[in-house]
């Protein structure tokens, strides 16, 4: 295979969009900026990153088991998650199996001619009220349904801010967390090709954070971003999946951007260094209650999501209490 190292520097080329009279999917057809309305005054509690161009909602689905099993491997033919006991009894085998179980997440990525924002499309939809001076009801309305669901995507992913740097701000109870690290992947190309969402794609892979992962970016939309951390490529990337099977996004809709790229400001959030973030988050099980000193602890409210699980938020930090098996995104 070619081998391609690349640092995302330097800005994207912007793109000009042309609807589809019957379907009115978004195609790229050259390569130049075109205006759009957008919200025009920036709304309080935001700072503004960069003009958005274009959007991309991809369906994120995460495979694990119920509670109280670990997925130790995956059955690709069969698309289940071997798992076994934790903590079986002294002198018993874990030798329990069952199938898996499929976490279904909607996320967007915002994109515009150099930075790109990567996030849960529940935040995305309380921005995107707030840029556009929305009553204050539907704002409150949307924040409380970030706040009722357990399958939430909590990082937000700032792609080359600062430049050739990635920006994320995570969670990990009962506080809020910002580290940056450097937009550098090394990719190598196969040679698959495949069509997502309605553009041609060619494959590529790459190892992250302890995953290998196998990529579809499409060149005909010269955009070096994709979802999550993934970018760096000639061409946007619509597809991603780990070498497992768990954890899958997928691009479902390209769209005009309806609002900028904006980061909501948070005088309590925590700078840290993404190694020591990765490994306490993934020790912690994700953000659990036992992992809260009690001392630390000044408000509670509680949330039942209409699946039956809850939320908790404490000091204003939604803990999600899933009946399934944190898997993270990053093993290292």
């Known amino acids: 295979m070619n081998r391609l190292y690349i640092l995302l520097a330097g800005t994207v080329l912007p793109l000009i969009l042309s609807l589809s009279a019957s379907a009115q999917e978004p195609k790229v057809v050259s390569v130049r900026s075109v205006p759009m ?3 025009s005054s920036e709304a309080p509690g935001y700072d503004r990153i960069a003009e958005a161009l274009y959007e991309v909602i991809y369906a994120y689905d995460l495979r694990t088991a119920p509670q109280g099993d670990a997925p130790v491997q995956t059955d690709r033919q069969e698309r289940s998650i071997v798992i076994r006991r934790q903590s079986p009894a002294p002198g018993q085998a874990p030798a329990d199996t069952a199938k898996s179980v499929t976490d279904h997440y909607t996320t967007i990525l915002q994109f515009g001619a150099g930075q790109a924002r990567f996030l849960d499309y529940l935040s995305y939809r309380v921005d995107s009220l707030a840029q556009a001076g929305a009553p204050d009801d539907q704002i409150t309305e949307a ?4 706040r009722k669901t357990v399958w939430f995507f909590e ?7 600062p430049e050739g740097s990635l920006t994320v701000d995570d969670i990990l109870a009962p506080g809020t967390f910002t580290y940056t690290e450097p937009m550098q992947l090394e990719w190598s190309f196969g040679e698959g090709e495949k069509e997502v969402c309605g553009y041609p794609c060619r494959e590529a892979r790459t190892r992250y954070g302890g995953r290998d992962w196998t990529v579809w970016y499409t060149p005909g939309i010269p ?7 993934l970018g ?3 061409g946007l990337i619509l597809e991603a999946e780990d070498a497992e099977g768990l954890h899958h996004f997928s691009a479902t809709a390209v769209r005009r951007a309806a609002c900028p790229i904006v980061r909501a400001q948070d005088a309590t959030r925590d700078k840290t260094q993404r190694d020591r973030f990765v490994q306490r988050k993934n020790a912690s099980g994700g953000s659990t209650l036992s992992n809260i000193p009690p001392e630390s602890i000044r408000s509670i409210a509680v949330f039942k999501t209409n699946d039956g699980d809850g939320v908790i938020s404490v000091n204003g930090v939604p803990i999600r209490l899933s009946s399934h098996v944190y898997v993270p995104l990053e093993l290292e």
Do not use: E, S, Y
């Not at 955009?223 to 951390?229: D, E, I, T, V």
């Open 37 to 39: 309305d957008r919200a």
């Open 143 to 146: 924040v409380d349904n970030t």
């Open 155 to 161: 990082p937000v992913v700032f792609q080359n801010w």
């Open 223 to 229: 955009a070096a971003f994709g979802p999550w951390k």
């Open 232 to 234: 760096g490529l000639p």
